[in-house]
């Protein structure tokens, strides 16, 4: 009976991994669909090029790798704050701990 938690949650973690792949597959595949009946009725390159723009739901921006660092540096200091009990963090700071 203590061997079936793990083995349950190795289970679990595989389950939810491929369910989620399958739903962005056919959540992708309308779509996909889409794009091919479109692109079939059209003669110009340039249009379909346009079309497969508008699907593109990546960011345009480049990613500001410094703000998720300023949020994890606040973070830390907030952890620490409300954690640590104050004598603790009295006694690190002389060096006693």
Do not use: C, H
């Not at 699907?55 to 973070?75: A, M, N, S």
């Amino acid at each position: 009976m203590s061997d079936l938690i793990p083995i349950l949650g190795i289970l679990t973690g595989i389950i939810v991994r491929v369910a989620v792949f399958i739903w962005l597959y056919l959540e992708g595949k309308g779509k996909r669909e889409t794009i091919l009946e479109i692109a079939k009725n059209m003669d110009d390159p340039s249009k379909v090029e346009d079309l497969l723009g508008i699907f593109d739901e990546r960011k345009k921006q480049p990613i500001d790798y410094r703000r998720g660092d300023v949020i994890t540096l606040f973070f830390g200091i907030a952890y620490t704050f409300s954690v640590l009990p104050p004598w603790d963090l009295s006694l690190r700071a002389s060096g006693f701990w």
